[in-house]
């Protein structure tokens, strides 16, 4: 069970870290409201958006079914092309190599590791092996959770994998917390985010 200081601590903490994010989106002079983008069907010619909080308006349609195939192969060659060029231009190490070298460093076994992190051997060796299979954020938290890093550690260690913490999300802002009060336990970090009503870190099988 959370003590309920720590959790009366963390929602001080939020007040002064968390930055909610506008629920508008511009594009050009223009704003839009994502419900209305989203929702409105008053008029079926009228061109809707697909809203991605990291890029912001990235597809526009219309019900024009020809349209929308027409701009399905354009995203495909956008993403082939994507594709040829991390090829070609990434750089040998990344996530895997930062993660072996880190578990090095700290003097850990690959299964006390994986362990620690509350993932899957399976999983573990599909991140590490061959496959290279990219982690997502949830993985990459739990992983840097267990090596025990410090702000400045964890940070460097997210941007391997291509991620970072922002003030934007309150369950980053959460672990940000828990960096900060040296709460590493995977087992204790879930109880403080499912104690303020946020989903757990939790086993990711599509890492």
Do not use: W
């Not at 994507?82 to 090829?87: F, T």
């Not at 299964?111 to 993932?119: G, H, T």
């Not at 970072?164 to 960096?179: A, E, H, K, Q």
């Amino acid at each position: 069970m959370t003590d309920e200081n720590l959790i009366e601590e963390l929602r001080e903490y939020l007040k002064d870290h968390y930055t909610p994010v506008n629920d508008s989106v511009e594009v050009g002079s223009a704003s839009f409201d994502k419900e209305e983008l989203q929702n409105d069907s008053n008029d079926s010619e009228r061109m809707k958006c697909c809203v991605s909080p990291f890029v912001g308006l990235y597809h526009v349609y219309s019900s024009d079914r020809a349209a929308v195939n027409i701009k399905k192969a354009l995203f495909r060659n956008i993403s082939d092309d994507a594709s040829e060029y991390i090829k070609k231009n990434r750089k040998p190490g990344g996530f895997a190599y930062a993660l072996d070298q880190k578990r090095k460093e700290k003097g850990l076994t690959p299964s006390e590791l994986y362990k620690r992190a509350n993932v899957d051997r399976r999983q573990y060796s599909r991140l590490m092996g061959p496959e290279g299979r990219h982690p997502s954020k949830n993985t990459v938290i739990s992983f840097a959770l267990a090596l025990r890093l410090n702000r400045g550690e964890f940070d460097e260690f997210l941007k391997t994998a291509g991620y970072s913490l922002t003030n934007t999300s309150s369950r980053d802002v959460c672990i940000m917390f828990c960096i900060e009060k040296g709460h590493y336990d995977i087992d204790k970090a879930n109880a403080v985010l499912f104690a303020v009503g946020i989903e757990p870190l939790s086993r990711d099988s599509n890492s």
